[in-house]
């Protein structure tokens, strides 16, 4: 499962990712580089570990303008 926290209202809910799939979202959080608010990208495996954890603010994903996410495990930056 994969939680895009605090992108928009149900980010909280997840959704189902297999290994080579994508999926397109739209994110309302951050908004802009004065919005300080992060999105925090988790992602958990089938027994509930946590396998990925990044927080992405303007500045780390400004140059992205498709704000792509490479589910990477064992990237934990955050909990």
């Known amino acids: ?3 895009e926290l605090g992108a928009y209202q149900t980010g909280d809910r997840g959704f189902e ?3 080579g799939e994508t999926k397109t979202s739209y994110w309302f959080r ?3 580089e004065n919005d300080k608010q992060e999105t925090k990208v988790r992602a958990v495996n089938s027994a509930g570990s946590l396998v990925f954890c990044r927080a992405y603010s303007y500045e780390r ?3 992205n303008f498709h704000w792509t996410i490479r589910i990477t495990q064992g990237m934990t ?3």
């Open 77 to 79: 930056e955050c909990s």
């Open 1 to 3: 499962m994969v939680y």
């Open 30 to 32: 951050p908004r802009d």
């Open 61 to 63: 994903a400004k140059d």
């Open 17 to 19: 990712l297999q290994p």
